[in-house]
């Protein structure tokens, strides 16, 4: 192992909080082709049983370590190639850990234009610059009259002295300890300040929080930050970094400055009263206000939105986990209904396997309000297909088309149907993407959104993952993060979220397979492509004769597909196909066949794993195999539970402080949980508002997914922002913000229609039912 391979491997090490062993072993793995689900699953042993959370941070932190060090290198090189590497400096470029810190060490040394400060070092300044800084007893002027060189463009003193100037700042900024001095400094003592951009007040209203606004930079979180990177982005806020020390009480700028301090004293720079002290002092000023601020703000704002990208991505990750792993409904009949008013409610209906039955366009809103033509063709759907489950976008009305789905299930009590409204984040996309087009060559798109909003609801994981992630919408300025950095990290999420839950070959489609550990989308198109030409799959094994199928890909790809109720109990199964001889000598042992051990809870755990490990199969290994003997295939998802929505509130205007309501939590950010109560606008449980008991992260109460309750503690109509708290004892604050709306011409129209619907209704259903 190489000295940087050594360094790398110890730093994760120290960073992943494992032995050094574990990481050499892990990165061996990754580097073979291994995954990470397949690592995490079925490579206990070798790793020392690290979790896929210590492996993606391993992953990460092997990328940018490796990355390190070929920059190292390639810096290294380059000061040698100038005939400029010292011992010294070798040594401390050697020990720099981080890459800002290397680019500070070869700043002097790195190639750049012709500078003000090489332009005067060509005159021959050099030495007077030399000279001034180490006597300033020295009159500077005096001095400078030796060094005029019209033909250089120094023909005055004025200009000799800026030269050297130049040239000692040059010096200073690129000074690599004062550099990291300074950094830490304004690290520790940095300000973030906001002001609104003058005129912009109005149209910057959304940014009104940060019209004047400060705060420490190292306290600022992910959200503030990226919304003053917004504002600022957008010209509606200036933003800059400031010292705390150059702030008073008033929060306005004074005069004393520690950093220029801390320049004079590491160039041994004083005013003593001298003749060249003044200069000098001057030259200090410049060097810190036109060179090193400059480029510290830079790097330190830069630093900020890394760390507040990093933080909103991992928020976003958190978010996406849980939605992908949220309760199926499971195979049952639904009909997925893509609320809309002008074009009509778009439906579909699908089987228990997602297959596309009938689709059909209702009019039960504005400006048709076929109310009772809609309920008759649902009716006719829900009756002809025997529809378990209805699921409803909560895009515009889909309040109103709840209702719709309620009256239908009033009107039909023996099927005993469920309405559940969805998220329909991406729906769109999809439904405009180039797989949906292939799915459904001859389906309108507005029908094909449609059927995802059934299938979400059957089975939200093997939906979603057809949807490019970033556009589920479950994050927190995910467009103002780097989108390279946003698509790796989401697409590990959703790798992670595939395998746990594992997929069955027979059914999957293509985006689903695509995403299993050691396939592409090549791979997942010969699948099912094999599948249609040849039928079902009866066994893993059968795998292999799909076209570009390696044994390596197979062994990667194969303990993540079941094959249900094929040859083999055990196809169906987590248990990876290199173990079944491990199971086949477990059956020996106990003289048992498979079908009679599968599902034998108490026969399994009076098993002795132990008793079962040798050279090959560890421990670890041992346990996961009886485990899915007991129960195989077990999914690690919670069981199916809604939530339901107030009966008469379904727009903000009719939110009451004081209200008790049932919603479904849709996204969780650092600063609290947003949740959807029906209202066609999610309200915000501010962390503080989410438990009795002291709170650090939202995600310890609650996750994307969840079914809550919640109090209503204030609606601020003109903002659209409603404020709640899962603390259901809180006391509603004094003054309330609702104000009262007037009913809309539309909401009279439809109460006014109420009791000639109710009786129209129910005789198109007496109707239907002959």
Request: glycine fraction near 8%; hydrophobic fraction near 40%.
């Amino acid at each position: 192992m190489s000295s940087a391979e050594l360094r790398i491997t110890q730093k994760i090490a120290e960073e992943v909080g494992c032995r050094l062993q574990q990481v050499v072993a892990t990165v061996t793995l990754l580097d073979e082709g291994a995954t990470v689900p397949f690592i995490a699953r079925y490579r206990k042993e070798v790793t020392g049983g690290l979790d896929d959370t210590q492996l993606r941070l391993l992953d990460e932190r092997l990328t940018y370590l490796r990355e390190l060090e070929d920059r190292r290198a390639a810096i290294l090189a380059s000061i040698e190639e100038q005939g400029k590497l010292t011992p010294e400096l070798a040594a401390q470029i050697d020990g720099a850990e981080t890459k800002q810190s290397l680019e500070d060490l070869y700043l002097p040394y790195k190639p750049k234009r012709r500078t003000k400060a090489q332009i005067a070092r060509e005159a021959g300044l050099a030495p007077l610059a030399e000279a001034l800084l180490a006597d300033p007893t020295l009159s500077p002027e005096s001095e400078a009259e030796k060094y005029l060189n019209a033909d250089a463009g120094f023909a005055d003193t004025k200009a000799v002295l800026d030269g050297a100037r130049q040239i000692l700042m040059e010096q200073f900024s690129e000074d690599a300890v004062l550099l990291g001095e300074l950094r830490a400094y304004l690290d520790d003592h940095g300000v973030v300040k906001s002001t609104v951009v003058e005129g912009k007040e109005t149209e910057g209203a959304k940014f009104r929080d940060y019209f004047d606004y400060s705060e420490p930079l190292a306290s600022v979180p992910s959200h503030r930050a990226l919304a003053l990177l917004r504002g600022r982005n957008e010209g509606m806020l200036q933003v800059a970094l400031v010292l705390d020390s150059e702030l008073d009480e008033a929060n306005k700028p004074v005069g004393h400055n520690p950093c220029e301090a801390r320049i004079a004293k590491r160039a041994g720079i004083s005013d003593q009263g001298r003749p060249g002290d003044k200069w000098l002092s001057d030259t200090v000023r410049w060097t810190w206000r036109i060179k090193v601020f400059m480029h510290l703000e830079s790097d330190l704002m830069n630093a900020l939105r890394e760390r507040a990208e990093e933080e909103a991505i991992r928020v976003f990750g958190t978010n996406l986990h849980d939605l992908l792993l949220a309760a199926p409904a499971g195979p049952r009949t639904t009909m997925g209904i893509d609320p809309g008013i002008r074009t009509g409610c778009k439906v579909a209906v699908v089987d228990a396997t997602g297959k596309l039955l009938e689709t059909a366009t209702i009019y039960p809103h504005e400006p048709r309000c076929d109310w009772n033509g809609a309920l008759h063709t649902l009716a006719v759907l829900a009756k002809k297909h025997n529809v378990n489950l209805i699921s409803i976008g909560n895009g515009t009305a889909s309040r109103e088309t709840d209702k719709l789905a309620a009256d239908l299930i009033r009107g039909l009590p023996e099927m005993h149907m469920t309405k559940i409204v969805v998220s329909e984040a991406g729906a769109s996309v999809y439904s405009a993407s180039e797989y949906a087009a292939r799915e459904f060559p001859e389906l309108d798109v507005s029908l094909r959104g449609a059927v995802s909003i059934a299938r979400r609801l059957q089975d939200p994981l093997a939906e979603l993952v057809k949807i490019e992630p970033k556009s589920i919408g479950v994050g927190q300025y995910q467009h103002d993060v780097s989108q390279t950095k946003l698509a790796r990290a989401l697409d590990g999420v959703v790798e992670d979220c595939v395998n746990a839950v594992g997929v069955d070959v027979n059914t999957a489609s293509i985006p689903l397979l695509t995403r299993v550990s050691g396939l592409n989308s090549t791979l997942a198109s010969n699948i099912v492509a094999f599948r249609d030409k040849h039928g079902a799959f009866a066994n893993r094994k059968a795998l292999l004769e799909v076209p570009r199928m390696g044994e390596k890909t197979f062994e990667q790809a194969a303990g993540f597909l079941r094959v249900i109720s094929g040859d083999n109990p055990l196809d169906a199964s987590a248990v990876h196909p290199e173990a079944y001889p491990l199971v086949e000598r477990i059956l020996a042992d106990i003289k048992k066949g498979i079908k009679d051990v599968i599902g034998d809870t108490r026969l399994v755990k009076s098993l002795q794993a132990v008793k079962y490990t040798d050279d090959k199969f560890g421990l670890p290994t041992v346990q996961d195999i009886l485990k899915e003997l007991e129960k195989p295939g077990r999914d690690p998802r919670p069981e199916f539970k809604t939530a339901v929505f107030k009966d008469g509130v379904e727009a903000v205007k009719d939110l009451r402080p004081g209200m008790l309501l049932e919603g479904v939590v849709t996204n969780v950010a650092n600063f609290g949980a947003f949740v959807d109560i029906g209202v066609h606008q999610d309200g915000l449980v501010h962390i503080s508002s989410l438990s009795n008991k002291f709170v650090k992260d939202p995600r310890e109460v609650v996750k994307a997914g969840d079914v809550v309750k919640v109090k209503v503690l204030e609606v601020d109509l003109p903002r659209q922002r409603i404020a709640l708290t899962m603390r259901l004892t809180d006391d509603v604050p004094a003054g309330p913000k609702t104000g009262n709306v007037p009913m809309s011409g539309k909401a009279r129209q439809q109460q006014a229609r109420q009791p000639e619907q109710s009786g129209a209704m129910a005789a198109a259903f007496a109707k239907l039912k002959r």
